[in-house]
């Protein structure tokens, strides 16, 4: 899925330079890595361990973050690589409790721009 200012990241070296720098903050459900990239796009990478559940699981947890992310991608701030990491006790949660804990992680980054609610 494409989203509007956002690009993907896929190889291990990109995560693991966000890792690396230690720019995180976490919740009961999610971990949020952040790196500033110096570009105008922000790249987003989610990563869901096997810990969490089959791949069915695995799948719609994804899918639930990436929506979290797409829609409220107008009010993030550009330029940064994010990585999302999710953890076991999301799986039981809907998609409206995943998008409360994205928003969340976002404003504890100071990543969103305008009105919060």
Same mark, same amino acid.
């Given at each position: 899925?494409?989203?509007?200012?956002?690009?993907?990241?896929?190889?291990?070296?990109?995560?693991?330079?966000?890792?690396?720098?230690?720019?995180?903050?976490?919740?009961?459900?999610?971990?949020?890595?952040? &790196?500033?990239?110096?570009?105008?796009?922000?790249?987003?990478?989610? $990563?869901?361990?096997? *810990?969490? +559940?089959?791949? !069915? /699981?695995?799948?719609? &947890?994804?899918?639930?973050?990436?929506?979290?992310?797409?829609?409220? $991608?107008?009010?993030? *701030?550009? +330029?940064?690589? !994010? /990585?999302?990491?999710?953890?076991?006790?999301?799986?039981?949660?809907?998609?409206?409790?995943?998008?409360?804990?994205?928003?969340?992680?976002?404003?504890?980054?100071?990543?969103?721009?305008?009105?919060?609610?």
């Amino acid at each position: 899925m494409k989203f509007e200012n956002f690009e993907t990241l896929k190889k291990n070296t990109d995560f693991r330079m966000v890792y690396n720098k230690k720019g995180s903050y976490a919740n009961k459900l999610l971990v949020m890595y952040i &790196l500033q990239n110096g570009t105008d796009m922000n790249r987003i990478g989610i $990563s869901v361990s096997k *810990k969490v +559940g089959n791949s !069915i /699981v695995r799948h719609r &947890l994804t899918r639930l973050i990436r929506e979290s992310i797409r829609l409220d $991608s107008d009010r993030i *701030k550009r +330029g940064y690589d !994010i /990585v999302i990491v999710a953890r076991v006790g999301l799986k039981d949660k809907n998609y409206f409790e995943t998008r409360d804990a994205v928003l969340h992680l976002l404003r504890l980054h100071k990543l969103l721009i305008g009105k919060d609610f």
